[in-house]
């Protein structure tokens, strides 16, 4: 399978090219030149398959042209060690509780994918590989913790200082080893536009071998289709129905644009409905096709504050520009701290059921957004106790921290604090490799 960049002006390359790249040199993102469908019988016989099993059929469809079964298999295997649960909140409703792994967020499936994936590009690369990563909450945990100890590879994670919670930043500034966390005085706009700029520096990426584990990266957003077939195979089991939304949690659109390339392969979902915070600049493009992306505002709901969301190339290229194409699938909505706040609650008190912001938000997209005929799924992305402060406000209850949880918390901070400036940060990522 080659891989082509959004932007056309780039030469199309190979998978491995593609991951250990990660943007490609004119700065658009890669897509695989196709998106194969599935067979009719895998969906016939998806409700007694397990999550493993089915994500290994999508896997090889994406990814079996160029590594060996037996190899995409293995790194399924140890990515998908976990329960991804689907739980009935309210009538038609449904909750898929993608946080049950390492970090406790949904992004441990697609970093742990991707941390396996380059190791076993790295014995063919014969040079030290390093991962930049942005991150405004959960990527920065999720992908430190998945290239922790990870041999030939070296993790910096770039994030927002004072905008990311205690236990997130806990998750990545705390683990030493291959992973160096830089605190940047910005917004997670920022440090996107940093980690952006490395990648176009010839003269770093002379000195370097570097990628990015963001959602940029194809081995990063790709696996996170493996959990909407997961949470459709579980709909089958636990209900009747004849429409299926989905409502995402949208920040830089990797989550969204995984759950789009699953439809493209044949999964029979009707429609998204990207669910925004008060950074709602693809609600803003869906109403009135025109795209403004602007600096971020912080909301409670920290790991969807991106002005700037990068994976909206891929929507574009997806639906081949077409603004028509891509409302027929997916709407949007916004909420604000407020109304995010009195959905903790409100569903608490009502259904005993504890959401975290993002998910909240997702909750309330989906409350507003499905039709009488439609079953709608919400991806609860987080665990609420990453949001320990603001969820208790909500719902005047202490919240239990899990054990592994809390553990992240009883180690010394360690973090390098940069200004906005990337003539700094590429002295530092030259100093530390």
Request: glycine share 6%.
């Amino acid at each position: 399978m080659k891989y082509y960049s959004t932007n056309k002006e780039a030469f199309v390359v190979s998978l491995q090219e593609a991951v250990v790249k990660g943007l490609a040199p004119d700065r658009g993102l890669y897509m695989p030149e196709r998106i194969a469908r599935l067979p009719k019988n895998f969906f016939d016989e998806i409700e007694n398959s397990g999550l493993q099993d089915i994500s290994k059929t999508i896997v090889e469809a994406f990814f079996g042209e160029d590594i060996p079964k037996e190899e995409l298999d293995a790194i399924v295997d140890d990515t998908l060690n976990f329960e991804i649960p689907l739980k009935n909140v309210e009538d038609g409703i449904y909750a898929l509780e993608l946080f049950h792994g390492p970090t406790f967020a949904f992004k441990d499936v697609g970093a742990r994918f991707m941390a396996r994936m380059l190791s076993y590009f790295v014995k063919e690369e014969q040079q030290e590989i390093n991962v930049l990563v942005a991150t405004s909450g959960d990527t920065g945990s999720a992908v430190a913790n998945g290239f922790l100890g990870v041999e030939g590879i070296k993790v910096f994670v770039l994030y927002p200082s004072g905008k990311v919670s205690d236990m997130q930043e806990a998750q990545f500034t705390t683990l030493g080893q291959n992973i160096t966390a830089l605190e940047v005085d910005g917004t997670f706009d920022d440090c996107q536009a940093l980690v952006k700029s490395a990648f176009m520096d010839e003269g770093l990426n002379t000195r370097l071998k570097l990628t990015s584990a963001n959602s940029i990266n194809v081995a990063r957003f790709l696996p996170q289709s493996f959990y909407y077939f997961w949470a459709y195979a579980q709909l089958i089991q636990q209900t009747q129905f004849s429409k299926t939304v989905f409502s995402v949690p949208s920040g830089n659109l990797g989550n969204l644009t995984a759950g789009l390339f699953a439809k493209r392969t044949g999964l029979p979902v009707d429609r998204f409905i990207a669910a925004n915070n008060r950074n709602d600049v693809f609600r803003e493009y869906l109403q009135t096709g025109r795209y403004n992306p602007r600096a971020s505002v912080q909301t409670i709901a920290n790991a969807m504050d991106v002005g700037a969301p990068s994976n909206f190339d891929r929507i574009l290229d997806l639906y081949s520009h077409s603004h028509k194409a891509i409302t027929n699938d997916i709407s949007s909505y916004r909420y604000n701290d407020t109304e995010i706040s009195k959905a903790i609650k409100n569903v608490y008190q009502g259904s005993g059921y504890l959401l975290d912001p993002h998910g909240a938000c997702a909750y309330l997209a989906l409350k507003e957004g499905k039709k009488p005929d439609e079953t709608g799924i919400f991806l609860a992305t987080a665990h609420p106790a990453k949001f320990k402060k603001t969820v208790e406000a909500c719902t005047g209850i202490p919240i239990q921290i899990p054990s592994a949880l809390a553990a992240f918390m009883q180690h010394k901070k360690q973090s390098i604090t940069l200004p906005n400036d990337f003539g700094l940060l590429k002295k530092k990522l030259i100093g530390q490799s």
